[in-house]
């Protein structure tokens, strides 16, 4: 064997997304032990940091030692037993997944489907949480299958009304646009690292409600995959009882996202959020004068995940390996019903920036010449 060489890459798919120089810095930091007073500070930081980020000053905050998808099985898992009633709504992948693992949580899973390129619908949600008590609604707030983003306050408060529980995907919202789990009074928000917060993937930020905590501690039975058991987790990440151990910590992969986090408040995040909106409409302007087409409506759109309408007669395939070779410039494909229809440029955290953008829009149309 040898040491692996990554190729030096440009991410501009739905994620991950480009690391900055010093996330990557911090990683490589001399590796402590997951009980060393000084890491213990570090993980009550990033706690603090979190709470901020979602704006959820009373929840119990934590990075999951596992991808975007184990914050969804966290929620799910921890919030549902056999023969709840959950709703959940779908605009595209990832609506998908929850639904699937709703049901291996032996869910009776009432699925509210929304056509691919449009937010959830409301009215249904309305209609299917009426139509019988449920114990959660969850939704994904930012589809980045399609680059929709739903209205995570109307469907919070519709929750609320209907006493369900929302589990809100902010798996490509945080850190891109607003998430607000005070102002939507969500229950349990989870998301990943290696999108708009620009470390690598492999970690879960997650958010718990005291409500939700309330409605795992009155479970019949007890959580049944047990890394992601959200009591034995908050022990972990120091109680009021303090610590206890659980899981050894990724300690650098830690590192990765205090230093990122860092990073973003240094910058604020309102300029943040404004940044990744100008880099989006720089973007759409360069596309529409190359000829193509967004898929979402305008009102609709997110922007740090931008559907394009792939032309007529174009090998799309193609055009990214060709972006790939001679630009070394990653985008994405379309994924279920959208493959082949489209491709999903990302502009997500330290991908969100002029370079990023001009350097996409002039690897694609060469692509396409
Ligand atoms: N939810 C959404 C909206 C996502 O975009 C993704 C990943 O792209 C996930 C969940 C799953 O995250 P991960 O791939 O980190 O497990």
């Given at each position: 064997?040898?040491?692996?060489?990554?190729?030096?890459?440009?991410?501009?798919?739905?994620g991950p997304?480009?690391?900055?120089?010093?996330?990557?810095?911090?990683?490589?930091?001399?590796?402590?032990?997951h009980?060393?007073?000084?890491?213990?500070?570090?993980?009550?930081?990033i706690?603090?940091?979190l709470?901020?980020?979602?704006?959820?000053?009373?929840?119990?905050?934590v990075p999951l030692p596992a991808p975007g998808t184990a914050g969804m099985e966290a929620a799910l898992m921890n919030?549902?037993?056999?023969?709840?009633?959950?709703?959940?709504?779908?605009?595209?992948?990832f609506?998908?997944r929850?639904?699937?693992m709703?049901?291996?949580?032996?869910?009776?899973?009432?699925?509210?489907?929304?056509?691919?390129?449009?937010?959830?619908?409301?009215?249904?949600?309305?209609?299917?949480?009426?139509?019988?008590?449920?114990?959660?609604?969850?939704?994904?707030?930012?589809?980045?299958?399609?680059?929709?983003?739903?209205?995570?306050?109307?469907?919070?408060?519709?929750?609320?009304?209907?006493?369900?529980?929302?589990?809100?995907d902010?798996v490509?919202?945080?850190?891109?646009?607003?998430?607000?789990?005070?102002?939507?009074?969500?229950?349990v928000?989870y998301s990943g690292t290696q999108k708009?917060l620009?470390a690598p993937p492999g970690l879960s930020p997650v958010?718990?409600?005291?409500?939700?905590?309330?409605?795992?501690?009155?479970?019949?039975?007890?959580v049944r995959n047990w890394l992601l058991d959200v009591?034995l987790l908050m022990?972990y990440w120091?109680?009021?009882?303090?610590?206890?151990?659980h899981h050894t910590a990724p300690i650098n992969a830690l590192?990765g996202l205090?230093?990122?986090?860092?990073?973003?408040?240094?910058?604020?995040?309102?300029?943040?959020?404004?940044?990744?909106?100008?880099?989006?409409?720089?973007?759409?302007?360069?596309?529409?004068?190359?000829?193509?087409?967004?898929?979402?409506?305008?009102?609709?759109?997110?922007?740090?995940?931008?559907?394009?309408?792939?032309?007529?007669?174009?090998?799309?395939?193609?055009?990214?390996?060709?972006?790939?070779?001679?630009?070394?410039?990653?985008?994405?494909?379309?994924?279920?019903?959208?493959?082949?229809?489209?491709?999903?440029?990302?502009?997500?955290?330290?991908?969100?920036?002029?370079?990023?953008?001009?350097?996409?829009?002039?690897?694609?149309?060469?692509?396409?010449?």
């Amino acid at each position: 064997m040898q040491s692996f060489q990554p190729p030096r890459r440009i991410l501009m798919g739905p994620g991950p997304s480009d690391v900055s120089p010093r996330v990557l810095a911090a990683l490589a930091r001399p590796t402590v032990g997951h009980l060393d007073p000084a890491f213990q500070d570090l993980m009550e930081e990033i706690k603090a940091a979190l709470a901020r980020l979602f704006n959820a000053p009373g929840h119990a905050c934590v990075p999951l030692p596992a991808p975007g998808t184990a914050g969804m099985e966290a929620a799910l898992m921890n919030l549902l037993e056999p023969g709840d009633r959950a709703v959940i709504a779908v605009n595209g992948v990832f609506g998908g997944r929850m639904v699937d693992m709703a049901g291996r949580a032996g869910a009776e899973v009432v699925r509210v489907d929304a056509p691919w390129g449009q937010p959830v619908d409301v009215a249904a949600v309305e209609a299917a949480l009426a139509s019988g008590p449920a114990k959660v609604l969850a939704f994904v707030h930012a589809e980045t299958s399609t680059g929709v983003r739903s209205d995570a306050a109307a469907l919070c408060a519709l929750a609320r009304r209907h006493g369900a529980l929302s589990i809100v995907d902010c798996v490509t919202s945080l850190g891109g646009v607003p998430v607000d789990a005070a102002a939507w009074d969500a229950d349990v928000l989870y998301s990943g690292t290696q999108k708009c917060l620009s470390a690598p993937p492999g970690l879960s930020p997650v958010a718990f409600s005291p409500r939700a905590l309330e409605a795992v501690a009155a479970r019949k039975s007890p959580v049944r995959n047990w890394l992601l058991d959200v009591s034995l987790l908050m022990s972990y990440w120091g109680g009021e009882g303090g610590r206890t151990y659980h899981h050894t910590a990724p300690i650098n992969a830690l590192y990765g996202l205090h230093e990122s986090l860092v990073a973003l408040f240094e910058e604020g995040q309102q300029a943040v959020f404004v940044r990744h909106a100008r880099m989006h409409e720089a973007l759409v302007a360069g596309l529409e004068a190359l000829g193509l087409e967004m898929l979402v409506a305008p009102e609709h759109r997110l922007p740090q995940l931008n559907t394009v309408r792939i032309p007529e007669g174009v090998d799309e395939a193609a055009v990214r390996a060709r972006m790939l070779e001679r630009w070394d410039l990653e985008i994405g494909a379309g994924l279920g019903p959208l493959k082949g229809q489209v491709w999903r440029i990302g502009l997500m955290g330290a991908s969100a920036s002029p370079w990023h953008v001009r350097l996409c829009l002039t690897a694609l149309a060469d692509a396409l010449s």
